[in-house]
């Protein structure tokens, strides 16, 4: 590879392996959010960024934290405080014992998934993810070394993983399985029975599991449940979350995972030398946000149900396109294949023509015809966004 200056200096085959589909899936995105910062009237709906403030009480722990000069270098793995929280919470909701010796603070559950891909997988290794998947996977695997394993889950299943599938991609160099529950883009919760058939699978192949619960709080229909809280699954599994999504935090990358003690030393060694430890006062904030009220929270997952409600209701009889009802999370899935364009199609010449962003599902593992769309916008927004891609739509019925 020759650089700009005409050197013959090569860069790591890892900038291959990082670059792609994923990366590329955010263009259209960007430019949006360019267009938005000029001015201009767009509606952005290709991206989970939660419209609400984090609640005040959290930024009021930061700042006082900050003014108090908590401004050091903190401890690798998060201070105890904080580490204590996050396990009784997990204790709280899986019925295990969880010593707080057990969670690593991360920079948000993107920075978890990688640590895990790091510390669980090597060159040559198979990582089985259900399809589609959040974007980022396939690099987050591909940075280790290790080859993403796709299995579908069909549109006509109401995208829910396929058992029989995901035991046929097992092989002899399948290290782990990902994947997200509640999911993004499909916004399917996984039930007793999917997981304690994914657990039944992990050990009868001797598998890791990192299961990524970002949108755990964000459960509309149904309950959730962490799979780590079935039997003999605690040892194998690595659970990842953040407060990104649950307490509208993302611009704070408070992340954790909760691992195994065989693999808490490693992920600390991979912290030490990837992030020195988190800011502390976003761990001041993330601990006020996990210890207390949690109005705020359940006030925003009644708005996103309120608001998946309206957009499943404002695009319901737009003819040429369906939309898959997710049972949590901040997305949706919509089929355009009526409408004759390629998802790639879809979502450039919807943004061309009225200034809606939502992003190609492709490169998220899902099959042609799919897009993703965001509703964590406020309710004007959506409102106006899909008066757009109805109006889109039936323009491109006229002759
Ligand atoms: C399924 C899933 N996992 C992980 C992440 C990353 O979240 P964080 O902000 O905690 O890094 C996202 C963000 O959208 C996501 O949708």
Request: charged residues 20%; contains cysteine; hydrophobic residues 45%.
């Amino acid at each position: 590879m020759n650089d700009a200056a005409g050197g013959s200096r090569t860069l790591s085959p890892l900038v291959e392996r990082i670059a792609g589909r994923g990366a590329a899936a955010w263009a259209l995105h960007q430019e949006a959010m360019t267009a938005k910062r000029r001015g201009e009237d767009v509606v952005v709906m290709s991206v989970g960024d939660p419209d609400f403030d984090t609640p005040p009480a959290i930024v009021d722990a930061a700042v006082g934290a900050l003014r108090s000069g908590d401004t050091h270098y903190t401890p690798i793995v998060g201070r105890p405080s904080l580490r204590t929280a996050i396990a009784r919470r997990h204790a709280a909701r899986t019925g295990l014992n969880v010593e707080p010796d057990r969670v690593v603070i991360l920079a948000g559950a993107q920075n978890g998934l990688f640590a895990c891909a790091l510390c669980l997988t090597a060159p040559g290794d198979e990582v089985v993810v259900p399809v589609p998947m959040y974007v980022t996977y396939e690099a987050t695997i591909g940075a280790a070394g290790a080859r993403l394993v796709p299995v579908p889950c069909d549109a006509a299943q109401g995208f829910r993983p396929d058992l029989e599938r995901l035991e046929a991609a097992v092989t002899p160099r399948t290290r782990a399985l990902f994947f997200a529950n509640p999911n993004n883009p499909t916004g399917v919760v996984m039930n007793r029975r999917e997981l304690e058939a994914v657990a039944d699978l992990a050990r009868r192949y001797d598998l890791w599991l990192v299961s990524d619960e970002v949108y755990a709080d964000l459960v509309f229909d149904g309950a959730h449940l962490s799979i780590a809280a079935l039997p003999q699954m605690a040892e194998r599994t690595v659970t990842v979350s953040s407060l990104s999504k649950s307490h509208a935090m993302p611009g704070w990358r408070t992340g954790w995972a909760i691992a195994p003690p065989v693999l808490v030393p490693h992920l600390a060694n991979l912290a030490l030398c990837m992030l020195y430890g988190l800011p502390g006062f976003a761990q001041a904030g993330a601990e006020e946000a996990l210890t207390g009220s949690d109005a705020d929270s359940s006030r925003m997952r009644d708005h996103y149900r309120r608001r998946r409600d309206a957009v499943l209701d404002a695009l319901a009889e737009v003819k040429g396109i369906r939309c898959f009802k997710p049972q949590a999370g901040m997305f949706l899935l919509l089929d355009v294949r009526g409408t004759g364009l390629t998802s790639a199609e879809f979502a450039r010449r919807l943004y061309r023509a009225s200034g809606v962003s939502v992003l190609d599902a492709a490169p998220f593992g899902a099959a042609d015809g799919l897009v993703r769309l965001s509703f964590s916008a406020e309710e004007a927004q959506l409102e106006e966004g899909c008066r757009r891609i109805a109006a889109f739509v039936a323009g491109l019925n006229k002759p």
